[in-house]
Each structure stands twice: as structure tokens, then as C-alpha cells.
């Protein structure tokens, strides 16, 4: 009887561990899925990496290589931290947005006298980042609540009320610091600043997970 006792004890006991070292497996799998980086988290990273580099602000026209075609890397406007960090992560939208617009050019903005796509400027313009982010179906609701727009968003705003767009990415708060930040290039190079509403906002979009290419960025490093 007390060997049996003893026996069924032991099962218990067998019994109780295993669950226990299930338990603990499964919280070290969820900690480590908890901590891989996502998409949009790699993507904000790579926006703050652009703060590191000087870049001085300029508008012109360049012809450029495509696919993968950059401006001179000292150089750029807005939509070039929006392109370089998502060539970051291997996504060249000079080869996506171009793709778009020559099969479906009428349904991008007219804003600037053309009648067919040129692969060098079309991506570097705000309105038609705006449509073919809308496209994809990858517009998100424009509000006034902080909360909704995450690391790795895309905002793009009006600057003076007359159409002069602009667009940056959302970005964690720095180490001390509360609120939504933001990388963008307003004139003086990629800057981390509290700019989310300081101008109207136009337009919010979180583009880019499940995205498939084949481009490997020649200058940037892959943010991991």
C-alpha cells in the first residue's frame, strides 16, 4: 500500500514538472515572438538610421538608373527618406510606383503636365506616393488621436493650405521622451522631431509587410 502510495505520488509529482517545463517553453516561444521586430518596426529603424547621414536639401530633376535609381546620396527631399528606408528593407518604390502608373497612369494626380510616367520623379512626389499607398489599399484613417498612428506609419501632410505636400515616417519617442515623432526631411536633412500635427494631415498609411521584390540596395545596409 505505501509503495503504491509512494508510486502515485511520484506520477503526480512527473505530472507537475512536465506541465511546468510545457509552461516555461511556452513563455520563452511567446517572450521571443513577443521580441522579433515587425515590419513596421524595422521600417522606423531604418527612417532613424536617415537622421545619421547629411543630406542637403534639393529639389531638382535627375535622371536616374532603373530600376533602384537614387538621387546623389547628400542630397534629397522628403520622399527620399520615405524611399531610402524602405530600400533599407528591399523595397524600391521607384519600380512599384512606376509599374503602377504605367499600366494605370489616368488614375494618378495630373499636378504636373505629363502624359505618360517617367520613371526618375514619379516616386519622388508626394500625390503620387498618396495614390499608390491608396492603391494598395494601404490608407488608413486620418484623426487627431496620437494613438492611432504607429511606429513605421507614413503621414503625409499640407503644408501652408495650398497644396504644398510634404510626407515622413512615425517613429518610436526617443529614451525619455512621450508622444508620436516623426523622420522627415522639411529642408534641413532627416530630422527626428514632434511634428505630427503641426500641419494638416492628408493623408496616413501603413504600407510595405508582405511586400515581395528582388531588389538588394547597393548603399544602405538591410536593417534587420
Known amino acids: 500500500m505505501?509503495?503504491?502510495?509512494s508510486q502515485a505520488v511520484q506520477g503526480r509529482m512527473k505530472c507537475c514538472f512536465g506541465l511546468v517545463l510545457v509552461s516555461l517553453l511556452a513563455t520563452g516561444i511567446l517572450s521571443a515572438q513577443e521580441q522579433?521586430?515587425?515590419?513596421?518596426?524595422?521600417?522606423?529603424?531604418?527612417?532613424l538610421e536617415r537622421t545619421k547621414s547629411f543630406v542637403r536639401y534639393d529639389?531638382?530633376?535627375?535622371?536616374l538608373k532603373y530600376p533602384g535609381g537614387d538621387v546623389p546620396p547628400e542630397t534629397g527631399v522628403c520622399t527620399d527618406v520615405v524611399i531610402r528606408s524602405y530600400r533599407a528593407l528591399g523595397i524600391d518604390l521607384q519600380a512599384l510606383?512606376?509599374?503602377d502608373m504605367r499600366r494605370n497612369f489616368s488614375r494618378y494626380p495630373k499636378n504636373w503636365g505629363l502624359s505618360r510616367p517617367d520613371k526618375n520623379i514619379d516616386h519622388r512626389r508626394v500625390p503620387n506616393l498618396q495614390r499608390y499607398f491608396k492603391r494598395q489599399g494601404a490608407a488608413l484613417p486620418v484623426?487627431?488621436?496620437?494613438?492611432d498612428y504607429k511606429a513605421g506609419d507614413l503621414v503625409a501632410w499640407d503644408l501652408n493650405g495650398r497644396g504644398l505636400t510634404h510626407i515622413g515616417i512615425?517613429?518610436?519617442a526617443p529614451e525619455g521622451e512621450s508622444g508620436v515623432w516623426i523622420v522627415h526631411n522639411i529642408g534641413a536633412g532627416p530630422?527626428?522631431?514632434q511634428r505630427l500635427f503641426d500641419w494638416k494631415v492628408l493623408g496616413h498609411y501603413r504600407f510595405g509587410e508582405g511586400v515581395k521584390q528582388n531588389f538588394q540596395p547597393e548603399s544602405s545596409p538591410k536593417v534587420n
Open 2 to 5: 505505501i509503495k503504491f502510495a
Open 36 to 47: 522579433e521586430p515587425t515590419f513596421y518596426d524595422r521600417l522606423a529603424k531604418a527612417a
Open 59 to 63: 529639389p531638382a530633376y535627375v535622371v
Open 97 to 99: 510606383v512606376h509599374e
Open 143 to 147: 484623426s487627431d488621436d496620437e494613438a
Open 170 to 172: 512615425v517613429v518610436p
Open 191 to 193: 530630422k527626428l522631431e
